[in-house]
């Protein structure tokens, strides 16, 4: 193969768009002239020596298909290109206004518009200011030509919408789902009791179901010890139970990899590895039993699953749906719960424990920081611990006498 040094590719020639993004983007000095051609890029996709009737709405129409381009050539699915493309047009059809003219308060008025009429939940608000943000940094970027263009044709360019003063995020600080509340540790032990209790209890009543029950105690405990979300935990193998090298008396079960980690739109499923924490090393003996003593029961053959049916199948979030359902009625927790509350029981618990937060970010498989913080709720006690040591800090001697 020839070496990328001996290609001359013209700016304006038809190479594919998506090698000229590849080449763009290697850090080669000898490609930095290519930067005009990235998929998206005005002058790719604005006819030229061609004077529009609608010149507004044709450069509008451009910068949809460019940025139809440029998601398509970062393996965007095209379901979420296409609802991302309806949103800007929606935007565009409300404010009555083009992108170059769009200001904050445009968004804002976009925004208070949907709170009134269609949109209720808050994330599909942040969502749609997302979305909006995406398209109007593509238009910013100056690789794409777009700002040239703008100021040419209309004299005015494209600026930000949606900023840290008047984003969702920056408005409140907590915005947990009540449902998904953390757990306190009285009410893990309280429905994990329930669970163990239950194989007992069916096996009482002569009927089938006891090493089911088992398998889903089990599994709920796997969920909490690790944080994970229901289909992580479903779609488990036996492989993905993992050696760590730094946790060596905990065997095959000091990690788990993660395979079906949750997609960010548009994308495939993420993987991550999660370290077994000492304050949760009591779940080796549960999976230890799982593996050793009750899967072998399902006489599962060479599935390859980690999690087995009755029916030789692999369990399904719905069946830990219903898991965690029957656990929770039997321990009389709040009805409001489900199963995603142990996964925020896991990230607030890790904040207890001491652990740094970029850590539990990691083990829970978040981009953001912020997102990792929507999920923690620490405890009053945890709370006065630190307000304990604090007071402890500062005042030494006389704190230790007053209390």
Not at 29 to 54: F, K, Q, R
Not at 141 to 159: N, S
Request: hydrophobic share 40%.
């Amino acid at each position: 193969m020839l070496p990328r040094a001996s290609f001359r590719l013209d700016q304006r020639s038809t190479v594919d768009a998506t090698l000229l993004h590849l080449l763009q983007h290697s850090g080669d000095p000898e490609c930095e002239d290519l930067s005009g051609d990235a998929p998206g890029a005005a002058h790719l996709v604005l006819a030229g020596n061609v004077v529009p009737l609608d010149p507004a709405a044709t450069v509008f129409d451009a910068m949809l298909e460019g940025w139809r381009r440029q998601q398509s050539a970062r393996w965007i699915k095209a379901s979420t290109a296409t609802a991302r493309l309806r949103l800007v047009r929606r935007f565009w059809d409300y404010s009555g206004l083009y992108p170059w003219q769009w200001t904050p308060a445009e968004g804002e008025a976009f925004i208070d518009h949907l709170r009134a009429t269609t949109v209720h939940a808050l994330s599909t608000a942040r969502a749609y200011e997302v979305d909006i943000s995406l398209f109007v940094e593509y238009l910013l970027d100056p690789r794409y030509g777009w700002l040239d263009a703008c100021e040419e044709r209309f004299g005015e360019v494209p600026q930000e919408v949606f900023h840290e003063g008047n984003s969702i995020a920056h408005r409140q600080a907590y915005e947990g789902d009540p449902r998904r509340r953390p757990l306190t540790y009285d009410e893990v032990q309280a429905l994990f009791d329930a669970a163990d209790s239950l194989p007992a209890k069916i096996a009482a009543r002569g009927v089938k179901g006891s090493v089911d029950a088992a398998r889903d105690a089990a599994v709920l405990k796997t969920i909490y010890a690790f944080g994970l979300r229901r289909a992580e935990a479903a779609m488990l193998d036996l492989a993905d139970l993992r050696r760590s090298r730094k946790a060596l008396q905990y065997g095959t079960f000091g990690m788990l990899m993660v395979r079906y980690g949750k997609a960010p739109k548009g994308g495939v499923p993420k993987r991550r590895s999660v370290l077994l924490v000492p304050e949760m090393d009591w779940v080796v003996d549960t999976l230890k039993d799982w593996v050793t003593d009750l899967r072998p029961r399902f006489t599962p053959g060479n599935h390859p699953a980690l999690w087995i049916t009755e029916r030789r199948g692999r369990i399904s979030p719905r069946l830990i749906n219903e898991a965690f359902v029957e656990a929770r009625t039997e321990a009389g927790l709040d009805a409001n719960l489900d199963p995603h509350c142990l996964r925020h029981s896991f990230v607030t618990h890790l904040t207890e424990f001491g652990y740094p937060a970029r850590f539990i970010q990691e083990q829970v498989g978040h981009s953001f920081g912020s997102t990792t913080e929507i999920y923690t709720g620490v405890s009053n006690e945890f709370r006065n611990k630190l307000l304990e040591a604090a007071l402890r800090d500062r005042l030494g001697d006389e704190w230790d006498a007053t209390s």
